[in-house]
C-alpha cells in the first residue's frame, strides 16, 4: 500500500441484537440440524439403531452447536466495553432457542431438562477445550452424539467414531469462522 493511502474497509450494517440472534439461530439451523448430521453419519458410515437412538444424537449434535456459538458470540467480544454486548446476544441466542423449543410443545417440565442439559453440554465443552485442548473437542462430541461411553477428551474406541470426531472438529472451526464472519460485516445496537 502506498504512503498515505488507507485501506478500505466495507462498511459494517447496523443490526439490533434481536435480528442477530434470529440470524444466527439461522445459522445454527443450517450448521447443526438434522440434515447436517445425517450428511456427517453417512460419510463416516454410522447407521442409527432407532429413533430413540436418532432422538438422543440429534439432541446431542443441537447442544454442541450451541456451545459453539455461545463460544463464538463471546470470541467476538472480547473487550471490557463489548463484553455486556457478547452477554446479551449469547443470552439472547439460547433463550430464542427455548423459546422454540417451547413453540413447539415442550412442556414446561421437559424444557427444563433441556435447559440443565444445555447448560451441562456447554459447561462439560467448555472444560474439554480449555483444560484438554479444543483437539480433543471431536472426541468428546463423538462420544456424546455416539452415545460411547468414554471419558470426554479421550480417543474414540472405533475408527468410525474418530471419524466422527474429525469431521466434527472441522464443523467446530468452519462454524466458528462463520460467526466470526458474521460479527464482521455488523456492529449490534440494542
Known sequence: MASG?????????????KDAVFSLLYMHAKLFGAEQLS???TRCKISVKSESE?????????????????????????HSDDVGVGIAVARGFLQEFENGLQRSGL???????????????????????????PERLGFAVA????????????VPPSMDAYEFSTV???????SLRAVNDFFLKCTMIP
Not at 478500505?8 to 439490533?16: A, L, N, T, V
Not at 438422543?56 to 470470541?75: D, H, K, T
Not at 466434527?168 to 468452519?174: C, F, L, R, T, Y
Open 168 to 174: 466434527a472438529s472441522q464443523v467446530h472451526i468452519s
Open 5 to 17: 493511502e488507507s485501506e478500505m474497509s466495507p462498511q459494517k450494517s447496523r443490526m439490533p441484537i
Open 107 to 133: 412442556d414446561s417440565a421437559a424444557l427444563a431438562i433441556k435447559q440443565r442439559e444445555i447448560d451441562d453440554r456447554i459447561r462439560r465443552y467448555e472444560k474439554v477445550a480449555t483444560s484438554r485442548g
Open 143 to 154: 462420544g456424546s452424539v455416539l452415545g460411547l461411553s468414554i471419558s470426554p477428551g479421550s
Open 39 to 41: 450428511t456427517i453419519t
Open 54 to 78: 436418532l432422538a438422543r444424537a440429534l439432541w446431542e449434535w443441537l447442544y454442541f452447536g450451541l456451545y459453539v456459538f455461545v463460544e463464538g458470540i463471546q470470541n467476538n467480544f472480547p
